[in-house]
Nanobody
Framework: VQLVESGGELVQAGGSLRLSCAAS??????MAWFRQAPGKEREFVAN????????SYADSVKGRFTISRDNAKNTMYLQMNNLKPEDTAVYYC????????????????WGQGTQVTVSS
């Protein structure tokens, strides 16, 4: 099983980015994005169930970020709009079989992360 993130880069405040997470080896009932800023703990961003019909978001990103997945490609996405400097972090893809979970300990599989930097 492998999760590979891509799409992170340097962007100005107010800009947009789309992150991707390509999964291989199996399909997952639940996939999620977490992020970790320097000196801070890893925090939940959003998750999505297998069919894409159920999603949840951290309050800090509601209305700005959208999570989705394409099961034909076994890929998950995070569309990030109106980015703020406080969104700067390494973004991680995570997966588990059951839907739900906003804690790091809920997830069995992790990617290596992709860096998102938002300049003011």
């Amino acid at each position: 099983v492998q999760l590979v993130e891509s799409g992170g880069e340097l962007v100005q405040a107010g800009g947009s980015l789309r992150l991707s997470c390509a999964a291989s080896g199996r399909t997952f009932g639940n996939m999620a994005w977490f992020r970790q800023a320097p000196g801070k703990e890893r925090e939940f961003v959003a998750n999505v169930n297998w069919g894409g019909s159920r999603t949840s978001y951290a309050d800090s990103v509601k209305g700005r970020f959208t999570i989705s997945r394409d099961n034909a490609k076994n890929t998950m996405y995070l569309q990030m709009n109106n980015l703020k400097p406080e969104d700067t972090a390494v973004y991680y893809c995570a997966a588990r079989m059951e839907y739900g979970g906003a804690w790091v300990s809920n997830y069995d599989y992790w990617g290596q992360g992709t860096q998102v930097t938002v300049s003011s």
